[in-house]
């Protein structure tokens, strides 16, 4: 009975393999966080080798990432994570969605919350230095400092949008 569950899983994980989910690699940067808020080299280098696989259009895969189940695993943390916040779509964010997603990537690095853990055991590159953590921080800080300055804080207040349809 054994053998043939066996059989049976391995017959599984062999057809799973033709099974390939669309790769992230469109690399589309009209929208991009650098076309309205100029982004230093320093902070570049700290989000692609950090940030850009999860966060961006383009994600660099692993040789791993052709092998099932790992290639659906990994389809949906970038689904997830570009969810979250993508740097490559962050220009056509609303005003409110650019300053929220931004208090969120301060809070997020000060609490060690991102990168994630499950990304920096195989990537150790993507662990952020104090430094590197303090150069995204005040960045994003800067940036959150200028939409303050420039848009009335009502503005600056996610509202949900309604369906249409939906009453008020």
Known sequence: MIKKI????LVILIAIQFIKPERNLSGDTQKDIATIYPMPDSVKIVFDKACADCH????NYPWYASIQ?????????VKDGKRHFNL????GYRIGKQNKKLEECIEQIK??????SSYTIIHKEAVLTDAEKTLIINWCQ???DTIHAKYPADSLKLQRQ??????K
């Open 6 to 9: 066996l059989i049976g899983l």
């Open 56 to 59: 961006s259009n383009k994600t």
């Open 69 to 77: 189940p790992v290639a659906f695993w990994l389809n949906d943390h």
């Open 88 to 91: 490559n779509e962050f220009a």
């Open 111 to 116: 609490e060690g919350e991102m990168p994630l």
């Open 142 to 144: 800067n940036i959150v």
């Open 162 to 167: 309604q369906k249409p349809g939906q009453a």
